[in-house]
């Protein structure tokens, strides 16, 4: 019989919380659709195009409110458990509020590690595509900036032309063996600087150890500068902040090509950030159900769930904002980022673990 019930429990749990993401798919891909639709409003392309962006992109997102669908989904789940009197007679057999609620959380627990180890990397893939092709039609391609094998590379128009930058790695704000290729509007090679470091610090890149080639109707003359200066589009906050996208990077991936995506110029405080943040979320996940269960389990009597949707609404909202408040924290060098991914989820254990000995009286 306990077989049974436990069966029971598990099954519709896992139902409840598969209804609650098809609500917020189906919402994530209507308000995101008139997003896309807006982007592709004056360019040529197919009707079709919205629509599949849209789909691509909603998966990764329902990744990141995923803490919210299992509070909503073990309310929903509860509540109908107590006001249908399965509660009272799951009690009869055995089953304490305690108990309920381990077999609830372990499930949402395990249920975060098989999504960052089987469905993060597909989700990752499929925001990749969906990144590669906004940028195919972003107006915007003739400012570039990627990361690859090769290192650093930087397109951007200049007064006179255009500006190519390669850069074999990314230190900080310092970047190491730079090399400046200035063309004129006809692509031609008008000169190349060639510098072992530059500062990026600010749109303003000084450069050191420079050797200056200047091309002239087939004549090459060569310069040799200690320091020079450039104005670029770019400086380092805004380098580092086009590759804080870490949707496009998985769980598996973070951990295998940790060493290999800082030496391409990834920043290692950010990396930290996603892969603890990652970490971080089927403990969350484990800890929203404990949420759920202290405030629907306090008693066995039927009761109004329009109160307990908005006390669900509410904690939401302030776990949001509290979340969004560490990560600032961490942000401003107040805590390091590493810890502000931990925050919410060392806060929302103290309040849980109250709450789930009261209940577990009851």
């Not at 995101?32 to 004056?42: M, V």
């Not at 900036?145 to 650093?152: A, D, P």
């Not at 009761?303 to 949001?320: E, M, R």
Request: glycine share 4%.
């Amino acid at each position: 019989m306990k077989k049974i019930l436990f069966n029971y429990l598990l099954s519709n749990y896992l139902m409840t919380i598969f209804k609650v993401t098809l609500i917020a798919y189906s919402f994530g891909l209507i308000l995101n659709l008139f997003e896309e639709i807006e982007f592709f409003k004056n360019i040529n392309s197919s009707l079709f195009m919205p629509v599949a962006l849209t789909a691509l992109y909603i998966p990764s997102l329902i990744i990141k409110l995923l803490h919210f669908i299992i509070l909503i989904a073990s309310m929903w789940f509860l509540l109908k458990l107590r006001n249908t009197k399965d509660l009272l007679t799951l009690k009869v057999f055995g089953y304490s509020n305690l108990k309920i609620f381990l077999i609830l959380a372990t499930t949402s627990f395990i249920l975060g590690w098989i999504i960052l180890f089987a469905l993060n990397p597909v989700t990752s893939a499929m925001m990749k595509y969906y990144e590669k092709t906004k940028s195919e039609y972003s107006r915007d391609i003739d400012h570039l900036v990627t990361i690859n094998k090769n290192g650093l590379w930087i397109k951007e128009n200049t007064t006179k032309g255009q500006r190519i930058i390669t850069a074999d790695e990314t230190r900080d704000k310092i970047l190491k063996n730079v090399t400046v290729f200035n063309l004129d509007n006809n692509y031609a090679l008008i000169e190349k600087i060639s510098s072992e470091t530059a500062d990026i610090t600010d749109n303003q890149w000084s450069l050191n150890k420079v050797t200056i080639s200047t091309f002239d109707k087939g004549l090459v003359t060569e310069e040799s500068l200690e320091n020079y200066t450039i104005q670029s589009k770019y400086d380092f906050k805004k380098i580092t902040s086009l590759f804080r996208n870490f949707e496009t990077m998985s769980f598996i991936e973070l951990i295998l090509d940790y060493k290999d995506l800082q030496n391409k110029g990834y920043n290692k405080t950010y990396l930290d950030q996603n892969l603890n943040s990652m970490l971080a979320m089927p403990f969350f996940l484990f800890l929203m159900t404990g949420l759920a269960s202290i405030l629907t389990m306090n008693t066995l009597k039927r009761s109004n769930n329009f109160t307990f949707i908005i006390a669900g609404l509410v904690a939401c909202v302030v776990i949001y904002y509290f979340n969004n408040l560490s990560l600032a924290l961490g942000q401003t060098n107040r805590i390091s980022l590493s810890l502000a991914a931990w925050m919410p989820v060392l806060v929302v254990t103290l309040f849980s673990s109250i709450g789930i000995l009261q209940i577990n009286e009851k």
